[in-house]
């Protein structure tokens, strides 16, 4: 059914005019009616559907499809999908419309961008593609036309393409190629196959790069004819750095490219440091940035760094770690070579007071009623007499035990400083 200006879809959008169409379908401006001021939107019709219209599972692959597509929304430099509907059998989704204007407007023919322009382009895409990949989609049509630069804040914004249902992301294994979507110049040969990959995307950001270095559109730039590889860096301002990773952007193999956009951010961050001489990175998983941090962390742990700026020691660390570790190891020995020597001097005291208190105490027991023993002496006396000593001898062990706990600290805390301070000439 032929959508012209007026047209009111799902009784609640009206459109405004014709934006695109292609061969999958087409792309309009309209108004959501529903909403006070009558919103702008972007409703895209998908024709190419007709396989799946004559199925039962129409419905099921349109939840699917719209289901995931919202969690791309998610993003706030991503348009939200506002709706996705069914109606005259053909599919709608709607999206969040933005104000602003595409890239195209920014590279006009021999306008060329500034290093600096370029790389912050890159940086704020990659950043997208992170996420949008992560997600496990493709986007297979990255190019100045899909790039909105944003009339509110300034920022770039992805537009999502044209795709068709079953073939947005890699959870579909039953399918042995996808249909082929992309613009010429922009698409990478796998993706021309009809065997998108991720890193496919980032062969089309690095092509957007290049034009806006160079000025010159993608179907214009030369190649080698012995390496497929294009041949531009005599058309633009570069450094040696930037035009490495671009190069590696847009290898004709995807096995020589990038394999993922956080490992393109990786290597800017490198380049935008001055790192002349930094070695290739390797291919690096997502959480790359915390599995070096926590490296970081067990390289350099607070101790170490602590004694590291100890101005008693030598700076090296051969000498830090003779200086610091041993004599902290033989202060502890020392120590606890103190606590030892106390605790046996406390023991032997606590015997000998004990003794002395039994002896004594235990002498002016009463005169006993009961029989005197075969030794003479009364039964009551000597359960006296055995009593006191056992209360007695525990208190000159608690009372020896506390009198040896100050010398054998001293003790202690003079042989560690001791060892500590021997350790330290030792190093020096």
């Known amino acids: 059914m032929t959508e012209r200006p007026g047209k009111i879809l799902r009784k609640r959008y009206r459109i405004v005019r014709r934006l695109g169409s292609g061969r999958l379908g087409a792309t309009f401006l309209a108004e959501d009616m529903d909403i006070p001021d009558n919103p702008r939107c972007v409703v895209k019709k998908f024709s190419v559907l007709y396989e799946y219209r004559k199925g039962p599972s129409a419905r099921k ?22 709706a996705y509907f069914e ?5 709608y989704f709607v999206w969040e419309f933005i104000e602003g204007h595409d890239l195209n407007y920014e590279l006009r023919s021999g306008n060329r961008w500034s290093e600096t322009e370029t790389v912050a382009l890159l940086k704020e895409v990659l950043e997208i593609l992170v996420f949008f990949h992560n997600q496990r989609f493709i986007h297979r049509d990255i190019k100045p036309d899909n790039l909105i630069r944003r009339q509110s804040d300034g ?12 073939n947005l992301t890699l959870e579909d294994k039953s399918l042995k190629s996808y249909p082929i979507i992309g613009t010429p110049g922009y698409m990478p040969p796998e993706q021309a196959r009809g065997r ?5 995307d980032i062969y089309a950001l690095g092509m957007v790069a290049i034009q806006a270095l ?22 633009a301002k570069a450094s040696d750095r930037l035009a490495n990773v671009l190069n590696r952007m847009v290898r004709y193999d995807f096995r020589d490219r990038y394999q993922s956009a956080r490992e393109v ?8 440091k001055n790192f002349a001489d ?11 940035d915390a599995a070096w941090e926590l490296r970081r962390q067990f390289a350099n742990p607070p101790l170490r760094r602590h004694l590291r700026s100890n101005d008693l020691y030598r700076k090296d660390n051969a000498n830090v770690w003779k200086s610091g570790d041993k004599a902290i190891a033989l202060a502890a020995g020392g120590a606890f070579l103190g606590g030892l020597t106390a605790q046996l001097t406390g023991a032997a005291i606590g015997t000998c007071l004990g003794a002395i208190f039994g002896y004594f105490y235990g002498e002016d027991g009463a005169a006993s009623s009961y029989p005197a023993s075969s030794d003479g002496e009364s039964r009551d006396n000597i359960w006296k007499r055995g009593d006191r000593l056992i209360v007695f001898a525990s208190g000159g062990v608690l ?26 000439i030792d190093t020096n």
């Open 87 to 91: 109606e005259y059998r053909d599919f």
């Open 278 to 288: 930094a070695p290739q990175p390797r291919p690096a998983p997502l959480m790359m």
């Open 155 to 166: 920022k770039i914004v992805i537009l999502i393409g044209s795709w068709t249902f079953r």
């Open 265 to 272: 951010l990786y290597s800017l961050e490198l380049r935008s």
């Open 196 to 200: 998108p990959r991720l890193n496919s």
């Open 61 to 82: 692959l349109l939840d699917r499809e719209g289901e995931m597509l919202s969690r791309l929304g998610e993003h706030p430099q991503i348009p939200q999908l506002l």
């Open 399 to 424: 009372l020896g035990g506390l009198i040896a706990q100050l010398p054998g600290a001293i003790m202690g805390a003079t042989l560690g400083a001791a060892f500590g301070l021997l350790a330290k």
């Open 214 to 235: 160079t000025g010159v559109t993608p179907n214009d730039l030369p190649t080698d004819p012995e390496t497929g590889e294009l041949v531009w860096h005599d058309m």
